[in-house]
Structures are given as structure tokens and as C-alpha cells.
């Protein structure tokens, strides 16, 4: 604990508490979203749609969904935070810290992740009465949850670097979060789809968080999971420097 820096464990603890204080609209609401979607969903296309070998669509739809609220919960918290310190003025006291980038970074990105799988695993308590889930591979599991938990905090930060007020932030999310999060894969298996859109989905980054998420649980997937690994891993390792790059050169933070 030494190693660590007071400015970074209370930036991660102002954070995290920011979250905790609001659960009923951070933690509860989105775990009642996903609940809703199982319901519904899991009621109209259990029978109908063809998923993996000896899995019904609705033990299929659980991984995805928790997966799913750990993207975007992983997203919402550090964008949101930095967009309201941005727009109220006191990001200045987070800034004249002699915080390092990588403390910032890693302070905002780990509160995400906090908040990530809080919610995933709110999910998951809440949704596994509903279908028999196994524990094939856990690792895999832990790996995936952890890595996309990451990945969003980082784009969230990233996003809330490049966004100037409420309205910019929430075409990001629209235009791009969601889109990528309902098209990877969260509702149905990519080799149920016709060739075109088979190739298109294998171009999204998000398609391999939950694929290999997914694989934990089942020991199938649509990929293999070590193409998965290094695909996502990779894609944290882009978007981690872009995020100090953006964090040194005071871009949008400092002008």
C-alpha cells in the first residue's frame, strides 16, 4: 500500500463513492433494465432462436446480459464523472494535484470497473434463478469481465475528455456505445446471421468481450477464446495510451 499514492486512493474512493451514494439510480436500475430484457426476450425467443449445442436461449441470454451491464455501467461512470467535473468546474482541483496521468487514469478507470462489475454481478444474482448456468472455464470469466470493464472505463474517460457538454457525450453513447453493445452478440449467436453480417460482426471489439465471456460459462463460443484474449487485450492497450496521450497534452481539460 505504500507504493500507492494518498492523492490516488482518495480520487478512487471520491469516485467510487459518487456511484454508491445514488445505487438506487447507478446500481438498481440498470440491474432492473436487464431483468426486464430476460423477461422478455427469454419469454418470446426461448425455443425460437439456435444457439449453442445443449444451451437453452435463455441460460445463452445471461452471460450476455451481464456482460452487457458491465460494458455500459463501466462507460456511464467514468464518462459521467468527468463530463460533470468538466461542466462544474471542479475537475481544476483533480488537475492541480500533483496526481501523475497514469494515477488520474488509473483512479478513473478503476472506479469504472468498480462500478462495472458491481452492477454485472447484481445481474447476475438476479437472473441465474432463471436458467441453469455452468462454470465451465471461470478464469475465462474473470478474465473477460475484468478486461471489458477496462476497456469501457478507458473509452469513458476518453469520451468524457472529448466531450464539451451533456449533448456530445450522449451521441457518443448512442452512435457508438450502444450500437457496438447490441450488435456483439448479447441476443443471439453470430453464426445465426447471414454472411455479410457474419463478417461485419467480427469486426466489432465488443463481439469478443462477450464471446469469450461467454465462453466461461459454457465452454463454447464462436471463437476461439484465445483470439478473443488477444483481440481485446490489444484493444485496451490502444485505447489506454490514447487516454494518457489525451490526459498529458491537457486536450479539452487544461484549454
Known amino acids: 500500500m505504500n507504493f500507492i499514492s494518498t492523492g490516488f486512493r482518495t480520487l478512487v474512493y471520491k469516485e467510487t463513492l459518487r456511484f454508491w ?20 426476450f427469454g419469454h418470446v425467443l426461448e425455443g425460437r432462436v439456435q444457439v449453442y449445442a445443449d444451451v437453452s436461449y435463455t441460460a445463452f441470454l445471461i452471460p450476455g446480459l451481464v456482460m452487457m451491464s458491465v460494458l455500459q455501467n463501466a462507460f456511464a461512470n467514468a464518462s459521467s464523472s468527468l463530463i460533470q467535473s468538466k461542466i462544474t468546474g471542479n475537475l481544476v482541483f483533480v488537475l492541480l494535484t500533483p496526481l501523475s496521468h497514469w494515477e488520474i487514469f488509473s483512479a478513473y478507470v478503476l472506479a469504472a470497473m468498480v462500478r462495472g462489475l458491481v452492477v454485472g454481478l447484481g445481474v447476475f444474482l438476479v437472473t441465474a434463478w432463471f436458467a441453469h448456468l455452468s462454470f465451465a472455464e471461470p478464469l475465462w470469466i474473470l478474465v473477460f469481465a475484468l478486461l471489458g470493464a477496462a476497456i469501457l472505463g478507458t473509452m469513458g474517460l476518453i469520451a468524457g475528455i472529448w466531450a464539451e457538454k451533456f449533448d456530445q457525450l450522449a451521441a457518443f453513447q448512442n452512435f457508438l456505445i450502444m450500437p457496438l453493445t447490441f450488435l456483439s452478440g448479447v441476443f443471439y449467436s453470430i453464426h445465426s446471421l447471414p454472411p455479410f453480417w457474419l463478417a461485419v460482426s467480427h469486426l466489432n471489439p ?49 484549454h
Do not use: E
Not at 21 to 40: C, E, F, G, N, S
Not at 219 to 236: C, Y
Open 21 to 40: 451514494k445514488v445505487a438506487t439510480q447507478t446500481v438498481a436500475a440498470p440491474i432492473l433494465t436487464a431483468m426486464l430484457y430476460l423477461l422478455i
Open 206 to 254: 465488443f463481439f469478443y468481450m462477450i464471446d469469450g465471456f461467454r465462453h466461461g460459462f459454457f465452454g463454447q463460443s464462436d471463437v476461439d477464446p484465445l483470439l478473443s484474449l488477444a483481440i481485446v487485450g490489444g484493444f485496451l492497450v490502444v485505447l489506454a495510451l490514447l487516454a494518457i496521450r489525451l490526459l498529458r497534452s491537457g486536450y479539452r481539460l487544461r
